[in-house]
T-cell receptor, first 116, second 112 residues
């Protein structure tokens, strides 16, 4: 499978616990995005990596959230001291470089987080 | 004002009819526009993109863009029950890095 993969697909945690999600982008894609989607809403941008550099973070990304892409390949998103309001689908997307007919962001299947 | 606005629906159409989905956006600097389809519990799947004013057709789908009116639409011809999903309009932000700004989506229900 050469698409974007995310693990785990589902995570249930208790309030106050830390969680970490992983995203493996399409191998030749150097651009990686994290989005969060709550019920009835469209995805909201969280952060962007170009290779290993984190170039943009949304105001939505509070101090409890941290993301890394240490070798410019896979990325992790960690949420510390989870709150019930963090319950959402966390989506990862990747995109290739340069200009082409398609500048599509390919989405992974998402990680659904439930904070009890 | 939200950056990307869509009617939440549901938009109910009979099988075989044309479904018309609309979207307005606020950033006049936006250059790229996308329609994603999202089935319940699944991630968004790109079905159309458009960069230039006018119409773009792909199979049963036609995207329409009017930058002067800041308006994007998606027409689905010969609607099928399998088209029942939420359709998300996304606009590429003009601020760089190509992040997508999504509307809340329109739920489409195609009934037999």
């Amino acid at each position: 499978d050469t698409g974007v993969s995310q693990n785990p697909r589902h995570k249930i945690t208790k309030r106050g616990q830390n969680v970490t999600f992983r995203c493996d982008p399409i191998s030749e894609h150097n651009r990686l995005y994290w989005y969060r989607q709550t019920l009835g809403q469209g995805p909201e941008f969280l952060t962007y990596f170009q290779n290993e550099a984190q170039l943009e973070k949304s105001r939505l990304l509070s101090d409890r959230f941290s993301a890394e892409r240490p070798k410019g390949s896979f990325s992790t998103l960690e949420i510390q001291r989870t709150e019930q309001g963090d319950s959402a689908m966390y989506l990862c997307a990747s995109r290739g470089t340069g200009y082409s007919s398609y500048n599509e962001q390919f989405f992974g299947p998402g990680t659904r987080l439930t904070v009890l | 004002q939200k950056e990307v606005e869509q009617n939440s629906g549901p938009l109910s159409v009979p099988e075989g009819a044309i479904a018309s989905l609309n979207c307005t956006y606020s950033d006049r600097g936006s250059q790229s526009f996308f329609w994603y389809r999202q089935y319940s519990g699944k991630s968004p799947e790109l079905i159309m993109f458009i960069y230039s004013n006018g119409d773009k057709e792909d199979g049963r789908f036609t995207a329409q863009l009017n930058k002067a009116s800041q308006y994007v639409s998606l027409l689905i011809r010969d609607s099928q029950p399998s088209d029942s999903a939420t359709y998300l309009c996304a606009v590429e932000g003009s601020g760089g890095y190509n992040k997508l700004i999504f509307g809340a989506g329109t739920r489409l229900a195609v009934h037999p």
